[in-house]
């Protein structure tokens, strides 16, 4: 039976499986069904073409790829080799793919150059070929470029260029290098200042952490079904999937963000589990008739990014939909802890919760004197356990200025512990206001905000002033409406502290965003710019 011991790497997770459940499926997509017998030995076959094409121990593959088969194929032929999958956002355009395959020194790029909603030649076309000098070939999934029509870029015009079934028609891959301290994942972070960090991971991490999460999620259960919607490319979707196939449960592979695609697969499969943002459930909710539409998911993880929707799980609870918060990133991996099932939704649909592993542990540092906090002071988090990354690939100094000289992450994010084994997330410290000397979340004036009619959406910075540190706001109007800043204040000033109260209220059509592999994230550094310009003219 799965997960009846630990798998020491990510190679012999797959292959556990495959002994004991070889007939039933590992994915399904489309008409599709991959069972878990098939996906070994695909995996082993592309191991030993991507082998031919000179990967080995160590080297990097970029997996710039949407939700197909090919993914967890070339993934799990990477572990066979002791090589890394470094995860590529499809929504990456070429100056992003090229810093990535670039810096990360990639031997192989794999894409789908055919694939109906991202054209990726005409991305490459935008790459500069001397950007991509360690690149060695081009897998291509679907048609090759040849096929289809327009140039080849010249980016890739020199490279060797293999389609993907022809690895798949190599024989086994004699060889195993799978080991628990082999590097496996690269994971990006968002990089909404800089490059984006490498965040590396080695099989035993990646292998027992998706064990632990399938115990701990109840994915062993008969029926469970997984919904993979977000992407294999972040790390949100990627543990998800993982996870469900250590249970040695299908997932359904899902190609796009469309909601009614989403809304349809939720009615054709009747998924026990899914995970996604609180924009998603919104607009699922909004388009899927009936009283209870989401029977079959037993409970369904959730991100809440939009403080507009903070009402949304005691929404979805009548419905069927039983919301619960979480917490990850990429350097502790995602699902590192869930709220528990039975706490009331108010409770349980907050961000955070109990780690996943008894060997984790999460603590909360006062940012500037230092001191470890207790229960209900909030600070930075810190977080050890076994899921925890190796570091950040080729910057040492990124990894030493991150981790603790006790072997904790900082992560960068305000929290609080709840007196209950687990913690509350609050907000990233980038993101957290300090005014009149008190941290505060910026959530909780946003919020308030948003309360003002005609107000859609609501963004709060901290900008130095020679009074002090103030609040300012930024607003997206609903259509037709029209701000009126000194309302909106006086409406702050009788609901917040005074040193909560922005100082001023500016209208933007959008906020500055950049891409990320669960949607796009709020650039507030450049919000603190804007609003630093605006304040001196």
């Known amino acids: 039976m799965p997960l009846s011991h630990p798998a020491a790497d990510v190679w012999t997770l797959l292959a556990d499986v495959a002994e004991v459940t070889p007939d039933a499926p590992a994915f399904i997509h489309g008409e599709r069904r991959l069972s878990f017998a098939e996906l070994l030995d695909c995996s082993g076959r592309a191991a030993q073409g991507l082998s031919d094409l000179g990967v080995g121990p160590g080297d990097r593959v970029a997996l710039w790829l949407p939700n197909i088969p090919a993914y967890p194929i070339l993934y799990f032929a990477c572990a066979r080799l002791g090589a890394i999958g470094v995860a590529?956002?499809?929504?990456?355009?070429?100056?992003?793919?090229?810093?990535?395959?670039?810096?990360?020194?990639?031997?192989?790029?794999?894409?789908?150059?055919a694939f109906r909603r991202i054209d990726f030649l005409s991305i490459l076309a935008g790459?500069?070929?001397?950007?991509?000098?360690?690149?060695a070939a081009i897998?291509?999934?679907?048609?090759?470029?040849?096929?289809?029509a327009?140039?080849?870029?010249?980016?890739?015009?020199?490279?060797?260029?293999v389609p993907f079934d022809r690895l798949l028609s190599r024989p086994q891959f004699a060889g195993?290098?799978?080991?628990?301290?082999a590097p496996c994942n690269i994971f990006t972070t968002s990089g909404t200042t800089s490059s984006p960090k490498f965040v590396l991971h080695r099989q035993g991490a990646i292998a027992g952490h998706a064990q632990q999460v399938a115990r701990s999620f109840g994915f062993t259960a008969p029926e469970t079904l997984s919904l993979a919607i977000l992407p294999l490319c972040g790390v949100f979707g990627f543990n998800q999937t993982l996870a469900t196939l250590a249970a040695?449960?299908?997932?359904?592979?899902?190609?796009s963000y469309e909601i009614e695609e989403i809304a349809r697969l939720i009615t054709q499969h009747k998924p026990t589990t899914m995970f996604g943002s609180d924009d998603m459930y919104q607009r699922l909710m909004e388009l899927m008739p009936g009283r209870w539409p989401f029977r079959s998911i037993k409970w369904a993880g959730y991100a809440a990014f939009n403080a507009s929707l903070e009402d949304l799980p005691e929404r979805a609870q009548p419905?069927?939909?039983?919301?619960?918060?979480?917490?990850?990133?990429?350097?502790?991996?995602a699902l590192y802890s869930r709220q528990p099932l039975n706490l009331p939704v108010a409770k349980r649909k907050l961000g955070g919760g109990v780690p996943v592993s008894p060997l984790s542990h999460v603590r909360v540092r006062d940012p500037e004197t230092g001191e470890l906090l207790g229960p209900g002071q909030p600070g930075m988090l810190e977080m050890a356990g076994p899921s925890l990354m190796v570091g950040y690939y080729g910057n040492e100094q990124a990894t030493a200025?991150?981790?603790?000289?006790?072997g904790y992450v900082r992560t960068g994010d305000l929290g609080q512990l709840d007196g209950r084994g687990g913690f509350t997330y609050l907000s990233r410290m980038g993101d957290v206001l300090r005014l009149s000397g008190f941290l505060v979340n910026p959530l909780e004036i946003e919020m308030h905000v948003q309360k003002v009619p005609g107000i859609a959406g609501c963004q709060t910075v901290a900008v130095p002033r020679p009074e002090g540190v103030l609040a300012v706001a930024f607003v997206i109007l609903e259509p037709g409406a029209a701000l009126d800043e000194a309302a909106v204040i006086g409406h702050c000033k009788q609901g917040l502290a005074n040193y909560k109260v922005p100082v001023r209220v500016f209208a933007v059509d959008d906020f500055p965003k950049t891409p990320s592999p669960n949607g796009f994230k709020i650039q507030r550094t450049k919000l603190r710019e804007m609003a630093e310009a605006l304040l001196r003219s």
């Open 150 to 161: 327009g140039p080849v870029p010249p980016a890739i015009e020199h490279r060797r260029r």
């Open 139 to 148: 897998v291509t999934v679907g048609e090759t470029p040849e096929s289809v």
């Open 248 to 255: 040695g449960k299908p997932s359904v592979l899902v190609e």
């Open 88 to 113: 590529v956002n499809t929504r990456y355009r070429a100056v992003e793919v090229a810093d990535i395959v670039g810096r990360s020194g990639a031997k192989v790029l794999a894409c789908a150059p």
């Open 127 to 135: 790459i500069e070929p001397e950007a991509l000098d360690r690149l």
């Open 176 to 181: 195993n290098h799978a080991s628990a301290e």
């Open 319 to 333: 419905r069927g939909l039983r919301l619960v918060g979480l917490y990850g990133m990429s350097e502790v991996q």
């Open 401 to 406: 200025a991150a981790m603790t000289a006790d």
